[in-house]
């Protein structure tokens, strides 16, 4: 008997996936603090573990996108399955069993589970892709990636709960674990789609499309965009606690916007058009993170909703940029500029980390001690971030120009 695909479980299953993917992120984000202070690390050091974790995640993304159509999603799945769980458990090991290798292990440990999330978005893409058409395409892959700040969302608030209950930041590593769970269950035992009849360009003529002028300038925009959402949202636990505010909080707040601002990109694009929905978004996160960097207490959470509007569709308009105006670079063109926003925001971690510790030291040295120093060194650290959306402020109102009455030569839903 030819057993049938079942199509709601896959699906379901992918989204717990990404919602794996999402905890990874928020946790360790609300936890970044006890880590440092407890294990003795700096912030540039808490970078360097971070930026693994970015490292990871495109590395198994360009790779899996690469050999999807060889060895299938369920392969690519397992791995993802394996390094996320191989991640948490020496994650878990270094921060209990603290030790010399301790910083080693947590760089590995971030690099798995960045792989895992890499393999998660290489697989499950294509995958739904290859269940749905259409309409019904569009709307389930907007599904799908809601979960990513749904997901965060969820951490966020549950690990925000956890801290105030007087559980240990460590115990919070434990939540990852869950939905990873869920989604081994789920994939259990299921027969995954066939791949569509793939038209595609040769390998070659994607890399030829890549060559143009129209995707190196999306390139470059593209590794400021991620560290402009990444950024402030990976840091915000570290650089706001002294302001009055939860970061915590901060980073629920701003993915609940994002997954709700997400859910509606179809309008909003529409109305707004690829360019000018770009260029919105660098004027209202530069005012966002400027707020972040000037007010205390609940002012911070008014800050939070303008950064989430103007970072909210960076990342999906951006890949679909390429999708339309750079159509013959194929899926590997997204897969790489996908790629290029995750390295983009590995090489930042450190250096931000960087910032920290030289506005402590800074703070410091002109006698502020306590929260304070925390303050003052979080909010100089934020100004110096302000200069990543600034900078595509310029590049967006030369995109805005460079394309306006130009007609995208494909078409492509979010």
């Known amino acids: 008997m030819t057993q049938t695909i079942n199509q709601n479980r896959l699906f379901n299953a992918s989204c717990f996936a990404l919602i ?40 198994a993304m360009i790779i899996g996108g690469l050999i999807y159509h060889t060895v299938g999603p369920k392969r690519i799945m397992n791995l993802a399955f394996l390094t996320h769980f191989l991640g948490v458990g020496l994650t878990l090991y270094a921060i209990y069993f603290v030790s ?55 951490g966020a608030i549950i690990s925000e709960i956890m801290t105030r209950m007087g559980y240990s930041w460590q115990i919070q ?25 793939v038209q595609a360009k040769s390998i070659a003529s994607n890399i030829k ?16 965009t991620a560290i402009s959402e990444f950024g402030p949202s990976k840091w915000a636990g570290i650089v706001l606690k002294s302001s009055g505010a939860s970061g915590m909080l901060i980073v629920a707040l701003s993915a609940g916007v994002m997954a709700v601002g997400r859910f509606f990109a179809g309008p ?20 966002g993170i400027f707020l972040f ?15 989430a509007i103007g970072v909210c569709y960076f990342w999906p308009v951006m890949v679909g940029a390429v999708a339309q105006r750079v159509p013959l670079s194929g899926a590997l ?62 590049l967006f109102i030369i995109f805005f120009i460079w394309q306006r009455g130009v007609k995208p030569a494909a078409e492509a839903g979010h």
């Open 20 to 59: 794996t993917t999402a905890f990874s992120f928020s946790i360790s984000a609300g936890t970044l603090d006890g880590l440092g202070k407890d294990l003795k690390y700096s912030a540039e050091s808490l970078g360097y573990i971070q930026s693994l974790w970015f490292f990871g995640f495109p590395i």
């Open 100 to 154: 010399d290798l301790s910083f080693n292990l947590l760089l590995v440990s971030n690099l798995l589970l960045g792989i895992g999330c890499g393999c998660t978005e290489a697989a499950c893409n294509p995958m739904i892709a290859d269940m749905y058409s259409g309409s019904k395409l569009n709307k389930m892959l907007n599904r799908f990636h809601m979960w990513f700040p749904g997901g965060i969302f969820l």
């Open 173 to 197: 590593f434990w939540l990852i674990p869950i939905p990873a769970l869920v989604y081994a269950f789920l994939f259990f035992g299921q027969k995954f789609p066939e791949s569509k009849e």
């Open 209 to 224: 499309a890549m060559f143009s002028p129209l995707f190196i300038f999306l390139f470059i925009c593209m590794a400021l």
């Open 268 to 287: 909003v694009v529409k109305a707004l058009g690829q360019t000018g929905v770009l260029l919105g978004g660098a004027i209202f996160a530069s005012i």
């Open 293 to 307: 960097s000037t007010v205390t207490g609940n002012l911070a959470y008014l800050a939070a909703l303008i950064f």
């Open 333 to 394: 063109g997204m897969s790489i500029i996908g790629g290029v926003g995750m390295f983009s925001t590995a090489i930042f971690q450190p250096i931000i980390g960087a910032w920290i510790d030289d506005a402590k030291k800074e703070a410091t040295d002109e006698g502020l001690t306590g929260n304070i120093m925390e303050l003052v060194a979080g909010q100089t650290t934020l100004q110096k971030m302000i200069l990543f959306p600034g900078i595509l402020i310029v």
